[in-house]
């Protein structure tokens, strides 16, 4: 006689082996359909290595290399005049001031020659070079296909003994660039490099470089030390202050003045740190470097008024002057402005700037009757644009009617 066993499963049992077959073959299809997604999607990606190379009396050699498993950066159309940039290689076309270059798959190489010149802003002798970045490397109108990733690379060469300081931070070999928001991130603000006299600290937690040609007399140290009891004043002023900064200092036969460009300042080594006027020419540049720049059209005296009213304010509230000098700044620049009878303008200079800094403090003491301040109405204007409509608006939100100072804008 045969026994028969039987095992009998009980319905828990059951849904519990039922429940794990399902979530096993879930997880499995889930799988296997992340990668054949992952292996059908195309790869959108490219890189891009910018270099240049300087050599004393000659101009320097760039190349530009786009990376590409596939075409997906299809065509540069440059910004390149042929009296400053020279075709060396690559299949490339000049048409007047436009060089066309369509990066080939795999990997396509452009060179050029790019004549430095010897002028107020860049030049180049045997121990240094000051130059923009972004006249080094034209700009260029990028096409590329839809969802495009760019990511780009620049790498510096010259003597032996040469260095290079940019607002990407020291270097001489291959860097990586942080992305924008442009197809193709270029690399821009100032470059010095040669034999250079540097000084270096963290300022309220930004890395702040000072830097110029040994030969030029700058004082490093004493600029550092500046900014180390200013720079905490207009940082807590305007956060988004960038957490690099490298300040370049020119000789004095150079632009008698300072320029900002991206995260980086110019400033000629023969001008005072704080003018007789009590003005400064670097908080001006930091402040432009801090996000006051980019007027609209029409605004310029906002934003260049802005700068000088903000390095006389940071000079006050770090505890450089008091307000008795501060004021008495303010009447030296309404007696400027009212000796040239200088109005608001397009671009904003000299007694025009002036003139723009004395309506602002006007402005400021309006928006404080109101419990508000001229910083408030700063923020609002990063976020919205510096232009005359952007100020009245916001201006009018702040104080709950149209600004009386700003009438002479109508």
């Not at 010897?118 to 260029?140: C, G, H, K, Q, Y």
């Amino acid at each position: 006689m045969t026994r028969h066993m039987t095992v009998k499963l009980s319905a828990a049992g059951n849904m519990r082996s039922l429940s794990l077959f399902v979530f096993w073959s879930a997880l499995w299809s889930l799988m296997l359909l992340a990668a054949c997604s992952s292996a059908s999607e195309p790869d959108r990606s490219f890189t891009t290595h910018f270099s240049a190379s300087f050599d004393p009396g000659k101009p320097a050699r760039v190349t530009i290399e786009v990376l590409q498993a596939s075409l997906i950066l299809t065509q540069l159309d440059f910004n390149a005049p042929g009296d400053r940039y020279t075709l060396i290689s690559g299949a490339a076309t000049h048409e007047g001031d436009r060089l066309l270059w369509a990066p080939q798959a795999g990997g396509d190489v452009l060179t050029l020659d790019v004549e430095i010149a010897d002028n107020e802003t860049e030049r180049m002798t045997e121990d240094s070079i000051i130059v923009r970045l972004a006249d080094i490397f034209p700009p260029a109108k990028a096409k590329a296909v839809v969802g495009a990733m760019g990511h780009s690379t620049l790498s510096l060469s010259g003597p032996e003994d040469w260095s290079f300081e940019t607002r990407y931070g020291h270097f001489r070999k291959r860097d990586f660039i942080p992305p924008d928001d442009r197809i193709l991130t270029r690399p821009s603000g100032w470059l010095v490099g040669g034999d250079l006299a540097t000084r270096r600290n963290e300022i309220a937690g930004r890395n702040v470089v000072v830097s110029s040609p040994r030969s030029s007399e700058f004082e490093q140290m004493t600029t550092l030390t500046f900014l180390g009891w200013t720079l905490p004043e207009l940082i807590r002023t305007f956060e988004q202050f960038p957490d690099h900064i490298l300040v370049v200092g020119v000789p004095g036969d150079m632009f008698r003045g300072g320029i900002s460009k991206r995260d980086s300042v110019f400033v000629n080594a023969s001008l005072p740190l704080v003018s007789e006027n009590t003005t400064s020419i670097l908080l001006h540049e930091l402040v432009h470097a801090a996000g006051v720049h980019s007027a609209e059209e029409g605004a310029d005296w906002l934003v260049e008024g802005l700068a000088e009213y903000y390095s006389l304010l940071i000079l006050h509230r770090s505890g450089g002057i008091t307000v008795k000098r501060f004021e008495r700044a303010l009447e030296g620049l309404a007696a400027w402005a009212d000796k040239e009878q200088a109005v608001l303008s397009d671009p904003s200079r000299g007694a025009a700037t002036a003139r723009a800094t004395v309506v602002l403090h006007q402005l400021a003491t309006e928006l404080e009757a109101r419990g508000s301040s001229i910083d408030i109405l700063v923020q609002r204007l990063l976020n919205d644009g510096f232009g005359n409509a952007q100020l009245k608006l916001a201006t009018e939100d702040l104080l709950g009617e149209p600004s009386k100072v700003l009438e002479v804008l109508n």
